[in-house]
């Protein structure tokens, strides 16, 4: 039941026999929680560590997409749609990062509120101005389905959460979104909004300093995700080696990034933990260059919390941009 977003068939119908599955071997799913708490279901783990933290005890959120997968994609399974029917808001990124989300809602849970963070924050278009588009698109066979329409150039980048300024925006707007239907419990949600606000104001100032004083500050990354980061940060991304996640890029395209590699002096090339690290592994191979991990969603071991993952983030880079 392997869901690409390419397919809105074959997603629609996952969804629809996962729901039947679901239903079927579940006598008692009601859609009240036991609880009585508001249930709160997420996309992706770095949005639903900030939810969690603004929900504190008094509503319940659950994850999607579990970490190590890949945010573009996603298999749900009975469970998963369980869940969502159980939802009163389903909190996804949108921008086309997770359209699956929004398919799982609509038909999981159509009357739940739903908050697409990426619409209540600064939005960036993509650029990859190293290395071109064409290359890009003959990179990916020079095929043209949905799947590339959240990484091309030109497109809206939907990546937001790599900003920690993004992060505070998102985190008020949650706040504001549960309180609308527990007002009960609104000013607990906005003081623990204000909590970590200040957490998240404080993150970006020592990741500023931390960037400031890296001595290479052109890096190049597994997929396009760090555009946020790096525009925050005074970075630059200097190429993709995937620019279509989870589809390998060909060996002409390998070639051209090496070609960026070596005449900008790279100082090493980062895999990401959601996808096959191979074209990264194989590309810092041929260079010479040690192969760090950059993280942009987390959830593993050292990447368990949203400011946990930039801080290992900005100490990727520290170790080797250099
Ligand atoms: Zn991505």
Not at 76 to 83: G, L, R, S, Y
Not at 277 to 285: F, G, H, I, T, W
Request: overall charge negative.
């Amino acid at each position: 039941m392997k869901i690409k977003l390419a397919s809105p068939f074959r997603n629609a119908f996952a969804v629809t026999a996962a729901l039947a599955l679901s239903l079927a071997g579940c006598k008692s799913c009601g859609s009240q929680a036991t609880s009585g708490k508001p249930k709160v279901a997420v996309s992706i783990y770095p949005i639903y560590d900030l939810v969690k933290q603004v929900a504190g005890q008094d509503a319940e959120v659950s994850l999607l997409l579990q970490p190590g997968k890949n945010e573009h994609t996603f298999d749900p399974t009975p469970k998963d749609v369980e869940e969502v029917s159980k939802s009163q808001i389903g909190v996804m990124v949108g921008l086309g990062l997770d359209p699956w989300m929004e398919k799982l809602m609509k038909d999981a849970a159509p009357k739940a509120r739903v908050l697409k963070v990426g619409d209540r924050v600064p939005s960036r278009t993509i650029d990859i101005e190293a290395i071109g588009e064409e290359e890009a698109h003959a990179a990916h066979g020079g095929k043209d389905d949905d799947d590339d329409h959240d990484h091309e150039k030109g497109q809206i980048d939907p990546h937001v959460w790599l900003d920690p300024q993004n992060a505070r925006l998102i985190v008020r707007a949650f706040a504001e979104e549960i309180a609308k239907i527990d007002a009960a419990h609104a000013n607990d949600y906005r003081a623990r909004a204000d909590v970590l606000d200040k957490e998240l104001e404080a993150l970006d100032k020592e990741l500023e300093g931390r960037a400031k004083a890296l001595p290479k500050k052109g890096f190049v990354t597994f997929h396009g995700s760090f555009g946020y980061f790096a525009k925050h940060y005074g970075l630059t991304v200097l190429a993709v080696i995937e620019p279509f996640p989870g589809s390998t890029p060909t060996g002409a395209y390998v070639q051209k990034v090496l070609g960026v590699v070596k005449e900008k002096k790279i100082p090493a090339l980062y895999s990401e933990p959601q996808l096959d690290p191979r074209p990264a592994k194989v590309l810092s191979d041929e260079a010479k260059i040690p192969l760090g991990v950059l993280d942009p969603v987390g959830g593993g071991p050292q990447t368990d919390g949203y400011v946990k993952m930039l801080r290992y983030d900005m100490a990727e880079l520290e170790k080797y941009q250099k």
